[in-house]
């Protein structure tokens, strides 16, 4: 007489523990397959159905049955393999993080395979470009990746970066804080071939080629505490155009205290400008944020936005059209316009 198949039977537990890996994104698919049989084999499937169902041989089915019911859980994972010992040592493995630290003689930046040579030569160390690469990657080391910093020479930084984040924590009672710059030489560029829409697998494609009608430049305020844009256009950008963006200022915002921040562009310093706030004084004062420190501002933050969500793709028929978009785009941002969250503090940046 035949033996008759064991049956799996699960605890409340078990089953919660088996459902958890099925669904739990993170876990690996083999073990997810592995989980989605012993449930089955619960529901009362026989070992064929299960084959059929998930399309396997039974011996597999067989297999991770008996596995699960002599080991629990712990009968699903892989059994641990034989091979080579490891013969990389913790020696190696410094000298490796300790070599990619240091800057290469006739090459810029280390490849793992350059690496490799170099340790090769040098210390006779005989190691596979993907042994480095696992080892710089657990150490979190990217030789083939550079970030750049500028250092403040201004010696009046604090005290002029103190009083930006005044304004924008604590402004003056009924005064308005205004971030001011320009943008300038912004490309009106046409593609020679229209756009290629994104499909399944493949994103929005633009043709290499264009045609250039010309530059604008754009001058902004920033409304810092409502959020909202002030903007004109202009062919150039000297001291006439800015002295006429301030002219504009003065009508948008009338009988208001104003601080206008700025950066030391030299139109920004010009006597003329300088005679210009002379002349309103009591109503405009010019805040210079410190050298090398525009990120100070936050009309920056918003010439960003405006770069990534028009210009950057943009594609303009003239110079014109380029204008208008930009205006749009501008008309629009002013319906939902929110002031930035400012989180800076003053506290010196970690570089």
């Known amino acids: 007489m035949a033996r008759k198949a064991t049956v799996v039977i699960l605890s409340a537990e078990e089953r919660t523990q088996l459902e958890k890996i099925c669904n739990r994104t993170t876990s ?27 399309n396997v041989p039974a011996k597999t089915i067989i297999k991770w049955k ?12 892989d059994s641990a393999r034989s091979g080579k010992p490891v013969t990389f040592n913790a020696t190696e493995k410094l000298r490796i993080i300790s070599e990619a630290c240091k800057s290469p003689q006739h090459i810029t930046h ?17 190691l596979s470009h993907m042994t480095i690469q696992r080892t710089l990657k657990a150490a979190d080391l990217k030789p083939h990746q550079v970030e750049m910093w500028l250092d403040s ?32 030489a912004i ?34 305020a920033l409304s810092v505490h409502q959020g909202k844009i002030v903007a004109k256009s202009y062919d150039r950008h000297r001291t006439v155009e800015f002295l006429d ?19 030391n562009l030299s139109t920004n310093k010009h006597q003329d400008v300088a005679a210009w706030f002379e002349n309103r004084k009591e109503r405009f004062h010019q805040i210079f944020t410190p050298t090398h420190a525009s990120w100070l501002n936050q009309i920056e933050l918003w010439f960003s936005i405006l770069s990534r969500k028009v210009i950057k793709r943009g594609v303009f028929s003239s110079k014109q059209d380029l204008v208008q978009k930009i205006m749009n785009f501008i008309t629009e941002y002013n319906q939902s316009a929110k002031p930035f969250q400012w989180t800076y503090s003053g506290k010196p940046l970690k570089i």
């Open 110 to 126: 280390w490849s793992t395979r350059e690496l490799q040579k170099h340790l090769q030569k040098e210390y006779n160390l005989a």
């Open 153 to 184: 020479n201004d010696p009046e930084f604090e005290t002029k970066q103190l009083k930006i984040i005044g304004l924008y924590i604590n402004p003056p009672e009924n005064a308005l804080v205004l971030g001011v710059d320009e943008k300038p």
């Open 66 to 77: 008996k596995r699960y019911l002599a080991e629990k859980i712990d009968g699903l994972k």
């Open 245 to 263: 963006f301030l002219s504009e200022i003065e009508k948008s915002f009338s009988h208001q205290e104003i601080y206008l921040i700025m950066d």
């Open 187 to 220: 490309q009106a560029k046409d593609r020679l071939k229209p756009n290629k829409p994104m499909r399944p697998g493949s994103p929005e494609k633009m043709d290499f080629h264009y045609k250039r009608y010309g530059t604008k430049s754009l001058f902004a």
């Open 28 to 54: 690996e698919q083999r073990l997810v397959f592995r989980a989605k049989l012993i449930l089955a084999l619960s529901g009362g499937l026989s070992v064929e159905q299960v084959s059929q169902q998930l």
